[in-house]
C-alpha cells in the first residue's frame, strides 16, 4: 500500500503511478529552496533535490538531518524501482488535474 504523505493527505492506493500522479495533481507545485525550480510535489520534488543538488545543499536549505534523508532516498529509490516514471508522466499530462487539496 503507498500513501501520500504530503500535509496530511490521507490518500492511500496499491499502485505507486496512480499516487504519483496524484501528488502532482492533487497537492500542486513545489518551489525547490535550492535553486527555485517549480516541480511538482512529493516524489518528483525529492527525485529533483537530490538528483540536482548535494546532500549537504538539502541539509542547508530544508529543515532536514541526515535521517530525513535517508528516507526519502529509500522512499524514492522503491519508487523508481515500481513505477515507470515516463507513463506518470504522461498520465500527469494528459489527464484533467484534480481539485488542489
Not at 505507486?16 to 510535489?41: F, I, M, N, R, S
Not at 538528483?51 to 529509490?77: F, G, M, P, Q, W
Not at 500527469?92 to 481539485?99: G, H, L, N, R
Request: proline share 3%.
Amino acid at each position: 500500500m503507498w500513501e501520500c504523505a504530503i500535509d496530511g493527505c490521507e490518500y492511500a492506493t496499491d499502485d505507486v503511478e496512480d499516487l504519483l500522479v496524484h501528488q502532482a495533481e492533487a497537492h500542486g507545485q513545489h518551489t525547490c529552496k535550492v535553486c527555485g525550480t517549480t516541480v511538482p510535489d512529493g516524489f518528483f520534488a525529492i527525485r529533483h533535490a537530490f538528483t540536482e543538488h548535494s546532500r549537504a545543499e538539502y541539509l542547508r536549505n530544508y529543515e532536514a538531518d541526515t535521517d530525513d534523508i535517508r528516507h526519502r532516498e529509500k522512499v524514492a529509490k522503491e519508487i523508481q524501482k515500481q513505477a515507470d516514471i515516463e507513463r506518470v508522466v504522461d498520465r500527469i499530462k494528459s489527464e484533467p488535474a484534480e481539485p488542489q487539496a
